[in-house]
């Protein structure tokens, strides 16, 4: 069964550091990756999906098959990306997305 | 954008008492619903999936007959927790898939069962 792993519950950094939420994943075929965020007190979006390659407000992530992971990266953190960032992947045949257990990003001043 | 509507957004109902929570897609149809429940600084747990016009299909664990889902058009898809207990409080959030378009997630309920 697949399975999302997110060992950090919480991450703290410093404002202009940089920040990298671990992701990491056991599927045995090949899945699609999204990383979402949840700001306080708002719904749950999108943040970015692995198949698309981009950057949303400076944050990255690449898909490493070989270390089954999918690490979400900016290099100087804003306070503004204080959220609750959670993994997930979904399936090659299916529509279900399986969620990590989520890391609470807190940039403090 | 796409927008999920989900209501009531809090309800607070007796133990015994069934409550409905609904799901709507404002700007797009809908073609699957999918329901979690999030426990306090928990992951959202998938319960279960539903399509336009057929029953869901509900993880494992999950009971389909306190957990009814009816998802009658490609714009609604209501959650009802028949015979509530204390043990049902959680968050509920529903999402809605667009096919190749990813999901829309509704901004979720909280349930109070006293």
């Known amino acids: 069964a697949q399975r999302v792993t997110q060992p950090e519950k919480l991450l703290s950094v410093f404002k202009g550091a940089p920040v990298e939420l671990k992701c990491n994943y056991s599927y045995s075929g090949s899945p699609e990756l999204f990383w979402y965020v949840q700001y306080s007190r708002q719904r749950l979006q999108l943040l970015l999906r692995h198949i698309s390659r981009e950057s949303i407000k400076g944050f990255t992530a690449d898909l490493n098959k070989g270390e089954t992971s999918f690490h979400l990266k900016k290099p100087f953190a804003q306070e503004e990306d204080s959220a609750m960032y959670y993994c997930?992947?979904?399936?090659?045949?299916?529509?279900?997305?399986?969620f990590g257990e989520g890391t609470q990003l807190t940039v403090n001043p | 954008g796409a927008v999920v509507s989900q209501h009531p957004s809090r309800v607070i109902c007796k133990s015994g008492t069934s409550v409905k929570i609904e799901c709507r897609s404002l700007d797009f149809q809908a073609t699957t619903m999918f329901w979690y429940r999030q426990f306090p600084k928990q992951s959202l747990m998938l319960m279960a999936t539903?399509?336009?016009?057929?029953?869901?299909?509900?993880e494992q664990g999950v009971e389909k007959d306190k957990f009814l889902i009816n998802h009658a058009s490609l714009t609604l898809s209501t959650l009802t927790v028949t015979s509530a207990h204390p043990e049902d409080s959680s968050f509920y959030i529903c999402?809605?898939?667009?096919?190749?378009?990813?999901?829309?997630f509704g901004s979720g309920t909280r349930l109070t069962v006293v």
């Open positions: 539903s399509n336009e016009g057929s029953k869901a299909t509900y």
């Open positions: 999402s809605a898939g667009r096919g190749g378009y990813g999901y829309t």
């Open positions: 997930a992947l979904r399936e090659t045949s299916g529509s279900r997305l399986t």
